[in-house]
């Protein structure tokens, strides 16, 4: 079992939730803590080697913990589900359906919806439903409805965007909250917005990056999952980092969805907590 707890922090937590956890006979594999002692907040994240005799665990963990602290039980062995939205660009779609096919994603990916045709090819080589909605000659709020309507028809936990180029509304956004990730190619808070590798070059940038982060109705603002930087130099045209930054962007994307999948991210306000 994960075990994760956010709550108001106070003296004796781990011991009141080490306590709970032996009289369920359940034995701790591995325990992480964090206080933000600015915030008052308390962060537990927990592995246990089984599962707790009774439906019993969730109350006995509410009762011990201050009020209002939320508590997700959940199996290790379970997959999460994902829908993948795309645009054109390739390298992160099917470096997480390479992953998917052989297993090591930690999410069964359920779909993949684009609103361009061109990666229908790669879905369908990997066996995976590919459905095109267009956004030409539409508004933004037909075109959204039509794309939560395709989405919600999946059984999902995530919506990963995976190069999906298009700005989402904040309502599409609020109709899933926490459950939408971004890759960013850019390091931020640095170069928001559109061609950040072109604002890379023009301010002479010596280092470019890439930022994984939950989605909020706020561009390129949400909670931080996962960073990378690499170096570069004044050698490096805009071209250039584009095709450096491709790179980059695969990598912190599946580390981001993994710490994701395996339960190790909690959001405070607009931070994350990572239990790596």
């Known amino acids: ?87 054109k660009e390739y390298h992160c779609l099917s470096d997480i359906l390479t992953r998917n096919h052989f297993n090591t994603l930690g999410a069964k990916v359920q779909a993949v919806i684009g609103n361009h045709e061109i990666l229908q090819d790669i879905c369908d080589r990997f066996n995976i439903p590919f459905t095109y909605i267009s956004h030409e000659g539409k508004n933004k709020e037909a075109f959204e409805k039509e794309l939560k309507e395709k989405i919600q028809s999946y059984s999902f936990d995530y919506i990963v965007l995976a190069k999906f180029m298009r700005i989402l509304s904040d309502e599409f956004v609020a109709a899933f909250p926490y459950r ?25 940038v010596k280092l470019i990056g890439a930022t994984a982060h939950f989605v909020t109705s706020l561009l390129d603002e949400g909670p931080i999952i996962e960073q990378q930087i ?20 695969t990598s912190v994307l599946a580390k981001a969805l993994s710490l994701v999948f395996e339960d190790r991210v909690f959001v405070s306000n607009n931070k994350t907590v990572v239990f790596d």
Do not use: W
Request: glycine fraction near 6%.
């Open 180 to 204: 939408i990730i971004n890759i960013h190619h850019s390091f931020l808070p640095a170069f928001i917005g559109a061609s950040p590798y072109r604002q890379a070059f023009e301010r002479g």
């Open 1 to 87: 079992m994960i075990i994760r707890i956010q709550c108001s922090d106070r003296v004796g937590l781990v011991a009141a939730v080490s306590d709970i956890l032996a009289k369920n006979a359940m034995n701790i594999e591995s325990m992480r803590e964090f206080v933000d002692k600015e915030a008052g907040k308390f962060f537990l994240r927990v592995t246990t080697d089984k599962e707790p005799a009774s439906d019993k665990l969730a109350g006995q963990l509410q009762e011990a913990l201050p009020e209002k602290a939320s508590i997700d039980i959940s199996r290790k062995s379970r997959d999460k589900k994902v829908v993948i939205l795309v645009t």
């Open 230 to 249: 690499i170096r570069i130099n004044h050698t490096y045209s805009p071209g250039d980092m584009i095709v450096a930054g491709k790179e980059i962007e």
